[in-house]
């Protein structure tokens, strides 16, 4: 028999006692309001506890939200890797440091775009429209690739920079319409999606759809002159560069 060697007596407590790390903890769930990002509820939850917590506590994260603070700016990170590649490879394609800015430089009417939707939508700036910013960054760089390279070839053919330009914008407006607004028909399911991994799915959607419709409309119009503006620098680098021809009697000129 137990009781023989051992004695119950009744007493009262937790069911479990959880620990963090170590240290007894106690774990807190919660969630922002409608419109307020995921980083912005960290950090006033960070504010609080360093106000609020009397000394000897402290506050750690868990889940989702320990990756999100680990993360911190890996985003914007990725996109600056992202640009510099594009910008390394087209310098390689047109052998010209100048020129791959008038794609570059096409891009932020779409950036703006993609966060004016998600603002109007009321959606957050996380994780998820980074990778939006990164496709982004693609597909607009696309368009504008289109006009620069047929403006490249036909100044080859001995076209002025200025009809070059107005060549190609002629001649790809049809196919960067038809390919973008393609896409954004495809994307708008997306932007609309409910159920499971709904909000995801919305902010991947939302922000690349405002993106392409601002850089598409917008990239129409900068491309060109942009174009225009790095073509004539490098022609007129080009030209100081290039040695001085001496004349028949000996005398340069």
């Known amino acids: 028999m137990l009781s023989s060697f051992m004695t119950i007596e009744k007493s009262y407590g937790v069911d479990q006692t959880t620990r963090y790390n170590m240290y007894p903890s106690a774990e807190l769930n919660g969630d922002g309001k409608p419109g307020v990002s995921s980083g912005d509820v960290l950090k006033a939850i960070q504010e609080t506890a360093r106000e609020k917590l009397p000394r000897g506590f402290a506050i750690d994260w ?4 320990r990756d999100e603070v680990n993360a911190g700016n890996q985003g914007l990170i990725v996109a600056l890797i992202a640009l510099i590649f594009v910008y390394l490879v087209l ?24 966060f004016g939707l998600l603002k109007l939508t009321g959606l957050e700036n996380n994780i998820y429209t980074h990778i939006a910013l990164v496709v982004l960054i693609g597909l607009l760089g696309k368009n504008a690739i289109l006009i620069v390279e047929f403006a490249e070839l036909k100044c080859a053919e001995g076209l002025r920079p200025f009809d070059a330009v107005l060549e190609a914008s002629r001649l790809r407006l049809r196919p960067i319409l038809m390919t973008s607004f ?10 609309i999606a409910s159920g499971a991994g709904a909000l995801a799915n919305r902010t991947i959607g939302t922000a690349t759809v405002g993106g392409m419709v601002m850089g598409t409309i917008w990239g129409l119009v900068i491309v060109p002159g942009l174009y225009l503006v ?3 620098i490098a022609l007129k680098l080009a030209r100081s560069e290039s040695p001085v021809a001496p004349n028949p009697d000996g005398a340069l000129g």
Not at 62 to 65: D, L, R, Y
């Open 62 to 65: 868990a889940g989702i939200s």
């Open 91 to 114: 310098a390689a394609q047109y052998e010209s440091f100048l020129l791959p800015a008038s794609v570059i430089l096409s891009l932020p009417p779409g950036v703006f775009g993609a």
């Open 230 to 232: 790095f073509k004539g």
């Open 182 to 191: 393609a896409f954004i028909a495809g994307l708008i399911p997306l932007a």
